[in-house]
């Protein structure tokens, strides 16, 4: 703990420092720091320790910055995390952690925040707290695991922030988790010195330990450890499915949200234990180390660069990922889901509508569309045109989008659906995200406004309040009073499913899913119910076969 609290002085002075070079950049002179207001109340007494945060401008209760796990360095790179030790004092809980070790995005993305601190030292998770929020109030948390590809990510992205879902009434927690190789790296040493036989798979250990952290903790600050609502987009969809699928998760949370990310369907296998500690042992050559203790002593950037990370191209790079190491995952999702053995839970799941592209989806005129149709599909294609047929330049257009939607994320999402299906008692609730964002005129992006649609993530600050994140730095939506109503309706929704496990409210009734009844709700211009297309949709399932 003694650790935990250096570092949190250290953060502390350079965060000062930051600021007043950012005022003598700007020209202006420092009159004065901006006090942290304190919460009446606190600190708050937990099992782990006395905790302090942060009054926000709307009354909700801010706890940023909490250890969960050891710092996972030195002799701790490549281990699983490590508890924690009561502590002794407050601990100060007023601003976000540095993320973990990760290469840099672009800086040009439509959802760029900036380059924020980062360190090995990162194992944090943040809460925020209904105003009124009374230790023994039992409010519903939820739980949100942000995306990346399991090589990028921050649990401090304005994106993600939870000041809106604790003004809703409930509790909601992120928390930062290990990435890359740094987060994933398998090796046969590693496995070796394990006492799980196993290795790779540490951010998802990290997953668990936050989850455990939270339902020993969350209690003391008005939450209902009974009730705990896991979500993630992306790669933190991916991670719920893989919490459901483990049984070191068994009992940690009783719903799951799904975001635009599955590990069923068509999507990529997951390695198994040995190809993952092949990756390891050529990220050992790559860096020229002759034993594991070297690797151990190298600095973590020279690490990072040499995974395979396709934001920065994907040539001469390894991949590491997520794997089947026997131990947190004991078989694949799919397999494990298929023998009933999965974490069964409430299931809210969906996609939105231009987040998925292929040849299909790039197609400008028929012949190039019949033509994609061949290379994809070969022998099949002619099946396929029957389902998706087209006449004209424009159907042909219009088909190979609604193709590569069904073929790849909306075929994914109800791929999980179905395996939770089969055995399931609990209900499954799926939606669609139309909306194109109004972007403001003049915004220029790697990702261009102008065809960009409803792209991956592009729901996010619907779901969780969080829109003015996207103009904290320069405008670049011109958000209207019906974008904000519509956030406002699915983060009414959201929270509905956390309290009760099901997201219909007074503004929004959601029906139930099932193989009998394919239904899914639209969050576009309207908010309507629509029928997904079966037929179509077990094109491709067919195809996996």
Not at 467 to 494: C, I, K
Request: aromatic fraction near 10%.
């Amino acid at each position: 703990m003694i650790e935990h609290l250096a570092m949190r002085c250290l953060r502390a002075m350079l965060g000062c420092i930051a600021a007043s070079v950012l005022l003598l950049s700007a020209g202006g002179t420092r009159v004065g720091a901006q006090a942290v207001t304190q919460i009446p109340g606190d600190p708050v007494a937990a099992p782990i320790g006395k905790i302090a945060g942060k009054l926000l401008g709307s009354g909700v209760k801010a706890y940023l910055g909490i250890p969960y796990a050891a710092p996972p360095v030195r002799e701790l790179r490549w281990r699983e995390p490590q508890p924690l030790k009561p502590w002794v004092g407050v601990y100060n809980a007023d601003r976000f952690a540095a993320e973990c070790v990760q290469v840099l995005r672009r800086h040009n993305l439509n959802h760029y925040f900036g380059e924020e601190p980062t360190s090995e030292d990162c194992l944090y998770l943040n809460i925020w707290v209904p105003a009124d929020a009374k230790p023994d109030a039992r409010l519903p948390v939820l739980v949100y695991i942000y995306g990346g590809g399991f090589t990028i990510g921050s649990a401090g992205m304005a994106l993600y922030g939870g000041e809106s879902v604790a003004k809703s009434e409930a509790i909601f927690v992120n928390f930062n988790y290990r990435l890359g190789a740094l987060g994933f790296m398998a090796h046969p040493q590693l496995t070796k010195e394990s006492s799980n036989n196993a290795s790779g798979n540490y951010g998802l250990l990290d997953q668990v330990a936050a989850l455990q952290w939270i339902r020993s903790n969350i209690s003391s600050f008005g939450g209902d450890p009974d009730n705990v609502t896991i979500s993630g987009q992306s790669a933190g969809s991916s991670s719920v499915a893989f919490l459901q699928a483990s049984p070191l998760a068994k009992g940690l949370f009783q719903r799951a949200v799904g975001l635009s990310g599955s590990p069923f369907g068509n999507a990529d296998p997951l390695p198994s234990r040995a190809e993952a500690e092949k990756a390891g042992l050529a990220i050992q050559e790559t860096l020229a180390a002759n034993a594991l203790g070297e690797l151990r002593e190298l600095p973590a950037d020279k690490i990072v660069a040499v995974q395979r990370d396709c934001q920065l191209g994907c040539a001469g790079t390894i991949r590491v990922s997520p794997s089947v190491d026997g131990y947190f995952l004991p078989d694949t999702p799919v397999a494990i889901f298929a023998r009933g053995r999965h974490n069964d839970v409430p299931l809210l799941v969906g996609f939105t509508s231009d987040e998925s592209s292929n040849d299909l989806s790039k197609a400008k005129n028929l012949a190039e569309y019949k033509a994609a149709a061949q290379r994809l599909y070969g022998d099949r294609a002619d099946a396929f045109l029957r389902l998706y047929p087209a006449a004209t330049d424009a159907e042909a257009r219009e088909m190979g989008h609604v193709a590569a939607r069904e073929a790849m994320m909306e075929g994914r999402m109800r791929a999980w659906a179905k395996a939770q299906g089969k055995w399931s008692g609990s209900p499954i609730y799926m939606f669609m995200f139309s909306r194109v964002h109004p972007f403001s005129e003049g915004a220029k992006f790697y990702d261009d406004p102008a065809s960009i649609g409803s792209y991956h993530t592009s729901d996010i600050p619907y779901w969780l309040g969080s829109q003015d994140a996207l103009n904290l730095f320069r405008v670049t939506r011109d958000w209207t009073a019906y974008d904000r109503e519509l956030s406002d309706r699915m983060l009414a929704s959201l929270v509905a499913f956390a309290k009760s496990g099901d997201p219909s409210t007074a503004a929004a009734p959601w029906p139930r899913w099932s193989v009998n009844a394919e239904q899914l709700v639209d969050f576009g211009d309207d908010v309507l119910l629509r029928s997904m297309n079966s037929e179509r949709l077990d094109f491709y399932l067919a195809g996996n076969r």
